[in-house]
C-alpha cells in the first residue's frame, strides 16, 4: 500500500481534460513539495511538474498542478492519445525520512 | 547532453548479491544528489535509496535498509547500489535518477533507462 493515494485508472475523450488526484498526510504532501512523473508504456518516468505547479522546460502547458493542504492535483488538458501513459506523484516523508510515490494513474485516452 | 546509464542487472537466485552501477555524464556529478528507484513488474515506482553529492548523507526505504547499500565515486561518475541477501520481492527494474535534498521534493529530472534485477531460483 502506497503512502500516497492516486485513483488506479482515469479516461476521458481526446480534447477533454482529465484530473488526477494524489492525497497523503501532513507528514508528506502537508509539509512538502510535490513532484509528478509521467511514465510511457516500457519506458523510464519522466519528471512532468516539481515543487507542486513547476514545469521542467519543454512541457506543455496542457499540464498543470496544484497543492492544497494534504492534497496534490495534476490536471491534463486537451488530451491526446499520446498522453496515455501511468502518472505518478510523489514527494518526502519528513516523519519516516523517506521518499514516497503514489500508487500511478492509468490514463487512458479513450 | 545529460545522461545516467544502468548496468548490473540480471538474474540471481535468493539470497545472492548483485551491484548495480550508473554512469552519468553531461553535469557535475558531485554536485548533486541522486536516487535509486524500483518498479516490480507490473506495480507502480518505489523510492529505494539516496545518496548526497559528498556521500554524507544517506537514506534507505525500510524495505532494503540494512541489506542495499548505496554508495558513489564522483571521481568515476558513477552511482552504485550493493544489493546483498536477495528476494523474490526486489525483483523490478532499477532507475537511478537525478535528485536533490530531500528526495522527490524538488523532483527526479533525469532518469536512466533502467537494469532488470530477477530473484529466482
Known amino acids: 500500500q502506497s503512502a500516497l493515494t492516486q485513483p488506479p485508472s482515469v479516461s476521458a475523450a481526446p480534447g477533454q481534460k482529465v484530473t488526477i488526484s494524489c492525497f497523503g498526510g501532513?507528514?508528506?504532501?502537508?509539509?512538502?513539495?510535490v513532484s509528478w512523473y509521467q511514465q510511457l508504456p516500457e519506458t523510464a518516468p519522466k519528471l512532468l511538474i516539481y515543487?507542486?505547479?513547476q514545469r521542467p522546460s519543454g512541457i506543455p502547458d496542457r499540464f498543470s498542478a496544484s497543492k492544497s493542504g494534504t492534497s496534490a492535483t495534476l490536471d491534463i488538458t486537451a488530451l491526446q492519445t499520446g498522453d496515455e501513459a501511468d502518472y505518478y506523484c510523489?514527494?518526502?516523508?519528513?516523519?519516516?525520512?523517506?521518499?514516497?510515490f503514489g500508487g500511478g494513474t492509468k490514463l487512458t485516452v479513450l | 547532453q545529460v545522461r545516467l546509464v544502468e548496468s548490473g542487472g540480471g538474474l540471481v537466485k535468493p539470497g545472492g548479491s548483485l551491484r548495480l552501477s550508473c554512469v552519468v555524464s553531461?553535469?557535475?556529478?558531485?554536485?548533486?544528489?541522486m536516487s535509486w528507484i524500483r518498479q516490480a513488474p507490473g506495480k507502480g515506482l518505489e523510492w529505494v535509496s539516496y545518496?548526497?553529492?559528498?556521500?554524507?548523507?544517506?537514506k534507505y526505504a525500510d524495505s532494503v535498509r540494512g541489506r542495499f547499500t548505496i554508495s558513489r565515486d564522483n571521481a568515476k561518475n558513477s552511482l552504485y547500489l550493493q544489493m546483498s541477501s536477495l528476494r523474490a520481492e526486489d525483483t523490478a527494474v532499477y532507475y537511478c535518477?537525478?535528485?536533490?535534498?530531500?528526495?522527490?521534493?524538488?523532483?527526479?529530472?533525469?532518469w536512466g533507462q533502467g537494469t532488470t534485477v530477477t530473484v529466482s531460483s
Open positions: 535518477a537525478r535528485d536533490a535534498d530531500p528526495p522527490l521534493v524538488y523532483g527526479m529530472d533525469v
Open positions: 553531461g553535469f557535475t556529478f558531485r554536485d548533486f544528489y
Open positions: 545518496i548526497s553529492g559528498t556521500s554524507g548523507y544517506i
Open positions: 501532513s507528514s508528506n504532501i502537508g509539509n512538502n513539495y
Open positions: 515543487e507542486n505547479n
Open positions: 510523489g514527494t518526502w516523508d519528513s516523519t519516516l525520512s523517506i521518499g514516497v
